[in-house]
């Protein structure tokens, strides 16, 4: 099979994408914005679906008639910032050295979006039996939160589909699981004094450790119950807090205090029933805080919810993504958490493939190998055939 001309243009897509900043918290509506021109172009017209403040946006599309049957791919736009990391050349440059493609974005998941555009051609003027949806989101990076709002609209305006294919990186290989993630911020409000006069007042960071330390005794217990024939790495659910802002000297106590924490489930697993009982500890100090400084407290605001991907191995999406990825091996599951739960949660039979591996994600000097993307191009043509 000749795949070199969905290699070429795809390449020419991708270094289009590499070269749009979407870090998640800018706009990503330049990018958005070239997929709507590209796809025009070969007559597709597309549909928006844009967050509270129009800075940025979901994009939609069909290629084809519209009927059942037809296949989603499924991608997100936006990337992790580049932020104090060691880059070796522009990160929003695509760069190859020897055999390895370099730019934020490369493998997370850029690639994928540009092998899923090069098809677009390859289907619109062929005489396709059943129809190509491309489904690109926003803000997955940082919660998963930009799709629901467009697979509501899928759910509400496509024909069911046979399958969504979500092409997070995987080495080309099927994966059928992954975790689901849950994310709370927590805000403690103190009252400043001198640290002298601890009776005066209350120190938001010596409130926030009590609750932490919490949170790390939850998380010591989620060991124990492991099933240790779990597929996942580690098998247990786990807790971690991520992000911690408080105080503004040493001799004063803190007004007030800031920390985000996610909690990684596997499917069957509830994180409500895991919090449950920090939320209560959180309302009793709330209350204590309160009863002495009534502009003091604690504030817990569930920040993300995304849910895990339950294996279903005989499934339709299974069978049509190891086909075109030529895949026999066994189930794989992932610990990090994708979109292809919301998805499934939808009624969307759903499985995971793309191109690049997770551990070159996030990275400085993320990159994508060849041989990759020329897997990928090989997925996407026996795609483009399996729709006739």
């Given at each position: 099979m000749d795949t070199s001309h969905i290699a070429t243009a795809a390449l020419a897509h991708l270094e289009r994408l590499i070269a749009f900043d979407t870090t998640s918290r800018d706009s990503n509506l330049a990018l958005i914005g070239y997929v709507e021109a590209f796809l025009g172009g070969h007559g597709v017209a597309s549909h928006r679906v844009a967050n509270a403040d129009g800075r940025k946006a979901n994009l939609y599309a069909t290629i084809g008639p519209a009927v059942p049957g037809g296949v989603v791919l499924s991608g997100h736009t936006d990337v992790v910032p580049v932020d104090g990391q060691n880059w070796t050349s522009d990160p929003f440059t695509l760069t190859r050295r020897g055999d390895r493609m370099y730019g934020r974005g490369t493998c997370d998941m850029k690639g994928f979006l540009a092998l899923a555009l090069a098809i677009v051609p390859e289907v619109a003027r062929g005489q396709v039996a059943r129809p190509l949806h491309l489904a690109f989101s926003y803000d997955e990076e940082v919660g998963c939160l930009g799709a629901p709002s467009m697979i509501r609209e899928l759910v509400r305006d496509l024909p069911p589909p046979l399958a969504v294919i979500?092409?997070?990186?995987?080495?080309?290989?099927?994966?059928?699981?992954?975790?689901?993630?849950?994310?709370?911020?927590?805000?403690?409000?103190g009252h400043e004094a001198h640290s002298s006069l601890t009776h005066l007042g209350v120190s938001a960071n010596m409130v926030a450790v009590k609750l932490m330390h919490a949170l790390s005794e939850?998380?010591?217990?989620?060991?124990?119950?492991?099933?240790?024939?779990?597929?996942?790495?580690?098998?247990?659910?786990?807790?971690?807090?991520?992000?911690?802002?408080?105080?503004?000297?040493?001799?004063?106590?803190?007004?007030?205090?800031?920390?985000?924490?996610?909690?990684?489930?596997?499917?069957?697993?509830?994180?409500?029933?895991?919090?449950?009982?920090?939320?209560?500890?959180?309302?009793?100090?709330?209350?204590?805080?309160?009863?002495?400084?009534?502009?003091?407290?604690?504030?817990?605001?569930?920040?993300?919810?995304?849910?895990?991907?339950?294996?279903?191995?005989?499934?339709?999406?299974?069978?049509?993504?190891?086909?075109?990825?030529?895949?026999?091996?066994?189930?794989?599951?992932?610990?990090?958490?994708?979109?292809?739960?919301?998805?499934?949660e939808a009624g969307f039979s759903t499985i995971i493939c793309g191109p690049g591996s997770i551990e070159q994600a996030h990275q400085p000097d993320e990159y994508l190998e060849v041989a990759q993307f020329e897997r990928g191009s090989a997925f996407m043509a026996r795609l483009d055939e399996a729709l006739r």
């Open positions: 979500v092409g997070e990186p995987t080495n080309m290989e099927v994966v059928s699981g992954h975790k689901g993630i849950s994310s709370w911020r927590v805000v403690v409000r939850i998380a010591d217990g989620l060991e124990r119950p492991a099933d240790r024939n779990s597929p996942y790495h580690p098998p247990h659910a786990t807790l971690t807090i991520g992000v911690v802002k408080g105080g503004t000297a040493v001799n004063i106590l803190a007004r007030e205090c800031e920390f985000v924490f996610d909690l990684r489930t596997p499917a069957g697993t509830d994180p409500q029933a895991i919090i449950a009982p920090f939320e209560l500890l959180c309302a009793a100090e709330d209350k204590a805080i309160r009863a002495r400084f009534p502009d003091a407290g604690v504030e817990i605001v569930r920040r993300s919810s995304t849910p895990s991907f339950a294996l279903k191995p005989d499934s339709p999406a299974e069978a049509l993504a190891r086909r075109l990825a030529d895949d026999n091996g066994s189930a794989r599951v992932v610990s990090y958490a994708a979109e292809a739960g919301q998805f499934q």
